[in-house]
């Protein structure tokens, strides 16, 4: 039996899982024939999110367009929770001759030579509460797609993806076979 202090809890998260969970499980119902692949897909937000101002404009539509991958910009040092950004040295490793005359260049160029990290802006930001790790999903490969949208189109980068939302991330973890219990990402007292 719910103690009156629980009830609430009780009703929210039942509101929660109508509300939330329970469209997301049964938007694929009935589309079994659809490849997996397709169902791993990470729903698009549902309102516009666009990105914060970078203090260089970056392209990730020009640079993947080149071979640039993921991985040769963003490495995820222990302990694994968030993906880095390039050193400026890496940016110079092509800029160094490529579009050297541009302003925005000239910017990261003096950047380089100070020493001093470009100051980027993070996009996606892990609520409070949740005790969330890129190693973990990379470790699962999962690709980067998957969370942060069709990222090889975007010439500025933004929020493309409802992936910061509770009901999504369970949605995902149930495709995957993944636990689902509230204690693997939520930290509790």
């Given at each position: 039996m719910l103690t009156?202090?629980?009830?609430?809890?009780?009703?929210w998260?039942?509101?929660?899982?109508?509300a939330?969970v329970f469209p997301?499980?049964?938007?694929?119902a009935?589309?079994s024939?659809?490849p997996?692949?397709?169902?791993?897909?990470?729903?698009?937000n549902p309102?516009p999110?666009p990105?914060?101002e970078q203090p260089i404009?970056?392209s990730h539509k020009?640079?993947?367009?080149?071979?640039l991958?993921?991985?040769?910009c963003?490495?995820?040092p222990?302990?694994g929770?968030?993906m880095?950004y390039?050193a400026t040295?890496?940016?110079?490793s092509c800029h160094?001759?490529?579009a050297?005359?541009?302003?925005?260049?000239k910017k990261?160029?003096?950047?380089?030579?100070?020493g001093q990290?470009?100051?980027?802006?993070r996009?996606?930001?892990?609520?409070p509460?949740v005790?969330?790790t890129?190693?973990?999903h990379?470790?699962a490969g999962?690709?980067?797609?998957?969370c942060?949208?069709?990222?090889s189109?975007?010439h500025?980068?933004?929020?493309?993806t409802?992936?910061?939302?509770?009901?999504v991330c369970?949605h995902?973890?149930?495709?995957?076979n993944?636990?689902t219990?509230?204690?693997?990402?939520?930290m509790?007292?």
């Open positions: 009156s202090a629980r009830v609430p809890i009780a009703a998260a039942a509101g929660f899982l109508l939330v997301l499980w049964t938007a694929n009935g589309q024939a659809m997996p692949a397709a169902q791993l897909d990470v729903p698009a309102a999110h990105g914060p404009p970056y020009t640079h993947l367009a080149l071979g991958t993921c991985a040769g963003h490495t995820n222990a302990p929770k968030l880095t390039p040295a890496t940016c110079m160094h001759v490529i050297k005359g541009k302003p925005a260049i990261l160029a003096s950047n380089a030579t100070s990290p470009v100051p980027w802006v996009v996606y930001q892990v609520l509460g005790n969330w890129h190693r973990k990379l470790d999962i690709k980067c797609e998957t942060h949208g069709q990222v189109e975007m500025a980068m933004s929020e493309a409802s992936v910061t939302t509770m009901g369970l995902c973890h149930t495709l995957h993944a636990p219990v509230c204690a693997t990402c939520h509790w007292p």
